[in-house]
């Protein structure tokens, strides 16, 4: 029997923020229920002018319900394109409506979603989402089409994308419907679902477009990406402080998505002997990765560190497969993983982790069913519980916070708050800005080392966490918390959050990762830019509508 690897060593930043997408990512996940139950894809409207300007329907059909998604290309100038939260025109913006929208349902639509947070959405729609050209690219594809020539392979592979989308709202955000409202429904009980599909249709719509473009532009010369080559595009993504709360408020999903992973990898390695086609399988994968990691630019100098040692770890691994075959151990993947802690990073280790889950479906993909979470269950404080048995649990999984000093201007240098202007998290510089008093409840490990001081001061482990927090009602997070992660030990990250030489971006790869991004690229210690859908299949390739 192989174990799970443990909290103490993934739980860490510098691991989680090494993460890559695996099988078990939102939209692979997405990919393959698309797939397997042969929705049907269809475009119920095209009514984009000769300038580029216009609407346009894109639909899914399933087997119980169809999704639209609802697309406005605008005629955004260059000065006007940014992708800071606080932009307030786009090259194109996007809503997904629950269902086939009608002539009243457009007419909303037209007259709010161009607008962003300044128009409404309804519960109708499930997501509210923009996107920017990539300057470098766009025009590039749209002259090269329009003179009937491909685009320049190599261009593409640099930049990724034609858009990048700069926010997909949902969960009820700006009127949108609640995530409960569709949380039943087969197709989005997953997490992300809905933003997931938002992401590959506007991908969709972005080729379209070029393709549009090119045709006005160059009439009959004009010609369509090839498929082969149509495929490399995917769509960007700018992502800042605004996602990075997300993984410490929301602890039980947090948990499941790790456990899925970990379990999928327990899994693998007690595989026993390997198949010609999964060692196929996992030689394609690695050949692909390291084709990723060729293209895979970052300007960012942590990032560029990571991507020397990522390509050395490939190709070690690569020389590793070709030259030590150890495909032919008693229990091969394993054999194969335990090499990869001897002579990995922890970037390569965690890249080892998706070649590792990729040929092995039949024991993988059904752990996607496991990833989502009923948070309020997790919820309730058990008062009943004695101050010792809580003490115990403190030192079971926060020792590490236990040993940390917060007194010291290096351990509490930052805090988390809400922007005022934009109802977005921030993280501000305690000891250079005011703010402090706003606060937000994330710096966990200090909070749970309070809560055991004031544990320790009250000299009486037999008295009730209920009778403790009459007196200390401030702690009533920091005891919750705690009192989740010894039911669901993947719930917490075991590093200190306000931390001077705390990465942001850790938290922004982590979160990404699962949703299936690659060619992470930070442009700052509190944003990064991503691409995703890279190589998928588009909806055109689905089943015809009948």
């Given at each position: 029997?192989?174990?799970?690897?443990?909290?103490?060593?993934?739980?860490?930043?510098?691991?989680?923020?090494?993460?890559?997408?695996?099988?078990?990512?939102?939209?692979?996940?997405?990919?393959?229920?698309?797939?397997?139950?042969?929705?049907?894809?269809?475009?119920?409207?095209?009514?984009?002018?000769?300038?580029?300007v216009g609407h346009a329907v894109y639909t899914v059909h399933g087997p119980e319900r169809s999704y639209s998604l609802v697309c406005f290309a605008h005629d955004l100038p260059d000065e006007q394109r940014s992708d800071r939260v606080i932009a307030t025109a786009w090259d194109a913006t996007f809503a997904l409506f629950d269902g086939v929208p009608d002539a009243r349902d457009m007419m909303r639509l037209t007259m709010n979603?161009?607008?962003?947070?300044?128009?409404?959405?309804?519960?109708?729609?499930?997501?509210?989402?923009?996107?920017?050209?990539?300057?470098?690219?766009?025009?590039?594809?749209?002259?090269?089409?329009?003179?009937?020539?491909?685009?320049?392979?190599?261009?593409?592979?640099?930049?990724?994308?034609l858009m990048r989308t700069t926010a997909v709202y949902g969960s009820g955000k700006f009127g949108a419907a609640d995530r409960v409202a569709v949380a039943d429904r087969p197709e989005m009980r997953g997490p992300f679902q809905a933003?997931?599909?938002?992401?590959?249709?506007?991908?969709?719509?972005?080729?379209?477009?070029?393709?549009?473009?090119?045709?006005?532009?160059?009439?009959?010369?004009?010609?369509?990406?090839?498929?082969?080559?149509?495929?490399r595009f995917g769509i960007g993504n700018s992502t800042g402080l605004g996602m990075a709360p997300f993984l410490m408020n929301h602890p039980v999903l947090l948990n499941n998505w790790i456990v899925a992973r970990e379990t999928a990898l327990q899994r693998v390695r007690e595989r026993g002997a390997a198949s010609p086609k999964q060692?196929?399988?996992?030689?394609?994968?690695?050949?692909?990765?390291?084709?990723?990691?060729?293209?895979?630019?970052?300007?960012?100098?942590?990032?560029?560190?990571?991507?020397?040692?990522?390509?050395?770890?490939?190709?070690?691994?690569?020389?590793?497969?070709?030259?030590?075959?150890?495909?032919?151990?008693?229990?091969?993947?394993?054999?194969?993983?335990?090499?990869?802690?001897?002579?990995?990073?922890?970037?390569?280790?965690?890249?080892?982790?998706?070649l590792l889950l990729e040929p092995h479906a039949d024991i993988v993909d059904s752990l996607s069913d496991t990833m989502d979470a009923d948070e309020d269950a997790a919820?309730?404080?058990?008062?009943?519980?004695?101050?010792?048995?809580?003490?115990?649990?403190?030192?079971?999984?926060?020792?590490?916070?236990?040993?940390?000093?917060f007194q010291s201007r290096e351990n509490s240098a930052r805090f988390w708050y809400v922007s005022e202007e934009k109802l977005e998290p921030r993280l501000g510089e305690r000891y250079e800005e005011p703010g402090a008093d706003l606060e937000q409840p994330l710096a966990t490990g200090r909070d749970v080392a309070l809560l055991a001081a004031d544990i320790d001061a009250w000299r009486s482990t037999d008295r009730t966490v209920a009778a403790f927090l009459l007196t200390h009602p401030e702690h009533r997070h920091a005891v919750r918390r705690v009192q989740t992660s010894d039911k669901y030990p993947f719930a917490e990250i075991r590093d200190n959050l306000i931390a001077a030489d705390m990465l942001p971006i850790d938290l922004l790869r982590c979160k990404l990762s699962f949703f299936g991004a690659t060619r992470f690229d930070p442009r700052s210690d509190r944003w990064v830019r991503i691409c995703m859908y890279l190589d998928a299949f588009f909806p055109h390739e689905l089943l015809e509508p009948a």
């Open positions: 029997m192989v174990a799970l690897r443990s909290p103490a060593q993934v739980m860490r930043l510098q691991r989680m923020g090494s993460f890559h997408a695996t099988r078990l990512s939102f939209m692979p996940t997405l990919l393959r229920r698309l797939d397997r139950e042969q929705w049907r894809f269809s475009v119920g409207d095209w009514s984009i002018g000769d300038d580029g979603v161009p607008k962003q947070e300044a128009g409404r959405i309804s519960d109708r729609e499930l997501t509210l989402s923009r996107a920017n050209r990539s300057v470098r690219l766009f025009e590039h594809v749209v002259a090269s089409l329009a003179e009937g020539r491909q685009p320049d392979r190599d261009l593409v592979d640099d930049v990724g994308y933003e997931m599909l938002t992401v590959w249709l506007i991908r969709a719509f972005v080729l379209d477009l070029v393709e549009h473009l090119a045709r006005i532009r160059g009439g009959d010369a004009a010609v369509a990406i090839e498929p082969g080559l149509r495929r060692v196929k399988a996992f030689r394609d994968s690695l050949d692909l990765s390291i084709d990723n990691v060729r293209n895979w630019r970052s300007d960012h100098p942590l990032q560029q560190v990571k991507l020397v040692d990522l390509n050395a770890d490939l190709n070690s691994l690569l020389h590793h497969v070709e030259n030590d075959n150890p495909f032919a151990a008693l229990m091969p993947w394993d054999a194969l993983w335990q090499w990869g802690e001897s002579n990995l990073s922890v970037e390569g280790q965690e890249a080892l982790v998706s919820f309730h404080i058990d008062g009943s519980m004695t101050l010792g048995v809580l003490r115990n649990l403190i030192v079971k999984g926060y020792g590490w916070a236990l040993d940390a000093d």
